[in-house]
């Protein structure tokens, strides 16, 4: 097999791994307007790369033609935006914003079309290599920042955690660097580590965020009282763990910081400015402690034949995979390991 036809096989595979997975997406009723944009983005990722096994015919594969591939390949470094912003700040994607974002690739792909000379494809390497490291940037604050979101006001948070998004950012640079030798040296072997490298990377997004649902981030802050902004003291305090004690509210599997604060006659945001300086920690580290101390780990003690996910369910977690992170961050121990020390 020579090197264009092995170049037209694995373009060819891609294709079919983004027009599959665009179908299943997009076909699936009823489906969040996360998994709209990326069902959207695997048929544009399957459009690249079906315009890659064109040009794999031998009159088309000439450098001139390379270098105008180079400039539409560029373009797809778009779809990291809308991914990282959709789902961090779910309703961000428009027509209007997604056409702004790709002015600067139509700048320099006309720039080429028109003066057609080496300057300006270095030009737009510089740019790339300059968004790319930008979008990491924006993205990985982004997500930091919703990610402190979440745990602060959430107890479950199953299906719209976002701490995996950092392995995508690192299969993205891979990815992104993968290309940008493939552009420069074009020969087989950097277009097999590219193809590959980007299914890798859209597995990795699709395996993490298929059933993600991203929470729209609220920057509301209910004004505290006089009261409270001139103390230091919290005097709930004593009612938050009555009411834990009393009324068990950890076992509820969706309990939000929202909920525990009308529970114990508070605001939200006194609640939460309590447990980040007085407990320092998160709601939901908050909840996660309660649940094993008060439940998991006595009914582990008390009935070591109850199954991990039977005590995970009793205790209010929604998976055994949460269960067992809490778990071993709490005690430095594997729950099944636990009564073993």
Not at 51 to 75: C, S
Not at 91 to 98: A, D, E, H
Not at 237 to 258: C, G, I, P, S, W
């Amino acid at each position: 097999m020579t090197g264009i036809n092995i170049s037209a096989f694995f373009a060819g595979a891609s294709t079919a791994f983004y027009l599959i997975f665009a179908c299943l997406i997009l076909r699936k009723s009823p489906r969040t307007r996360f998994q709209t944009v990326l069902g959207w983005m695997m048929a544009i990722w399957a459009a690249f790369s079906l315009k890659d096994i064109i040009i794999t015919f031998p009159v088309l594969y000439k450098p001139h033609m390379l270098n105008y591939i180079a400039l539409i390949d560029g373009w797809s470094a778009v779809s990291y935006v809308v991914f990282i912003f959709e789902a961090t700040m779910p309703g961000w994607t428009s027509r209007k914003k997604v056409l702004l974002l790709l002015l600067p690739f139509l700048f320099f792909t006309l720039a080429y079309v028109f003066y057609p000379i080496p300057q300006i494809i270095s030009a737009y390497y510089i740019f790339l290599w300059c968004f790319a490291w930008t979008v990491v940037g924006i993205g990985y604050f982004k997500a930091r920042h919703y990610i402190r979101y979440i745990r602060e006001n959430y107890s479950n948070i199953e299906n719209i955690d976002l701490s995996w998004l950092r392995y995508v950012f690192f299969f993205a640079i891979v990815s992104q660097l993968s290309w940008l030798a493939t552009s420069i040296l074009a020969n087989v072997f950097t277009d097999t580590i590219y193809y590959i490298s980007t299914m890798g990377l859209w597995l990795l997004v699709l395996h993490f965020s298929y059933n993600y649902q991203p929470i729209a981030i609220s920057n509301e802050k209910v004004p505290a009282t006089e009261e409270e902004e001139s103390t230091t003291a919290f005097p709930f305090a004593h009612r938050l763990e009555e009411v834990m004690e009393q009324e068990a509210l950890y076992l509820n599997k969706d309990l939000t910081l929202t909920d525990l604060a009308v529970a114990i006659g508070t605001n939200r945001t006194y609640l939460s400015r309590y447990l980040s300086q007085v407990q320092q920690q998160t709601f939901y580290d908050y909840i996660n402690r309660l649940r094993l101390n008060k439940k998991s780990i006595p009914l582990m003690k008390d009935h070591p034949e109850y199954t991990l996910e039977f005590v995970a369910s009793e205790s209010g977690f929604k998976s055994i995979s949460t269960f067992r992170r809490a778990f071993i961050k709490l005690t430095g121990l594997n729950p099944s390991n636990y009564f073993q020390k």
